[in-house]
């Protein structure tokens, strides 16, 4: 079976004062996903946007041809329960949270799903993915963070690979559909041994943004994925 890979362009390396704009553009050199970083600093020591932001973006969201692109919510919040049901009303299609951030994660992952979302868990590099064995069966995306939480730009951890092939393994043995989702220090020359580890998704913030022509980055990377 072919894997059907996706780019997520992280807006966190966008220019805020035309987010509009470039969610447009980004979505327009091919963007899967657009995935929304929000920070709390509380969880993170940063502080993002909101559901408001969500909300008015939720239009931008979409291709020329009018195919709505989801919007992936990653929540660097603690608590997640309110917020991530605000960021359901505000047009997210699926909302991803920090195990460590919920006191019950099982709890957090149904107001998700109650709301008719995806939902998702989030592993920073230290953290293990034991969390998953009960959790499993309720989830639609693992994402595994491969650089600390908080700020773009920083250099991709080697360490992530090993638990991509692992969160790979448990994912597989579930027989669901669950996407596996890369975060942070994701290039145009590392996203091969990524997706060689076991990922099908793919979030670059700096990569894409950080450079004028977003489309010649994204095709690059799908040239690289094959
Ligand atoms: C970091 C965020 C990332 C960030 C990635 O906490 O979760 O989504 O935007 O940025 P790059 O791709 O520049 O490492
Ligand atoms: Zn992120």
Redesign the pocket.
């Known amino acids: 079976m072919t894997t059907t890979y996706r780019i997520a362009p992280?807006i966190?390396?966008a220019d805020f004062a035309r987010l509009g704009e470039e969610v447009k553009s980004v979505i327009d050199a091919g963007a899967d996903w657009i995935?929304f970083?929000v920070m709390d600093n509380h969880y993170?020591p940063n502080l993002t946007f909101g559901p408001m932001v969500c909300k008015a973006l939720k239009p931008h969201a979409k291709t020329a041809m009018g195919r709505a692109v989801p919007i992936d919510v990653?929540l660097?919040i603690s608590p997640v329960d309110a917020l991530a049901a605000s960021f359901a009303e505000a047009g997210a299609d699926l909302i991803s949270f920090h195990p460590d951030a919920s006191g019950h994660v099982h709890r957090s992952i149904q107001a998700i799903k109650s709301k008719g979302l995806k939902a998702g868990l989030v592993f920073n590099p230290a953290k293990p993915l034991d969390v998953l064995e009960w959790t499993i069966d309720e989830i639609d995306l693992v994402l595994i963070?491969s650089?600390n939480?908080?700020?773009?730009?920083?250099s991709f951890i080697d360490s992530a690979l090993r638990k991509i092939e692992q969160a790979r393994k448990w994912i597989d043995a579930s027989g669901r559909d669950i996407r596996l989702e890369v975060?942070?220090?994701?290039k145009t020359d590392n996203i091969r041994r990524v997706a060689n580890a076991g990922a099908d998704t793919f979030?670059?913030?700096?990569?894409i943004f950080g450079k004028p022509d977003y489309k010649a980055v994204i095709e690059q990377m799908r040239v690289a994925l094959g």
Request: proline share 4%; glycine share 24%.
């Open positions: 992280s966190l390396s995935h970083d993170v990653h660097m963070m650089v939480p908080g700020f773009g730009g920083q975060d942070g220090g994701i979030v670059a913030g700096s990569a």
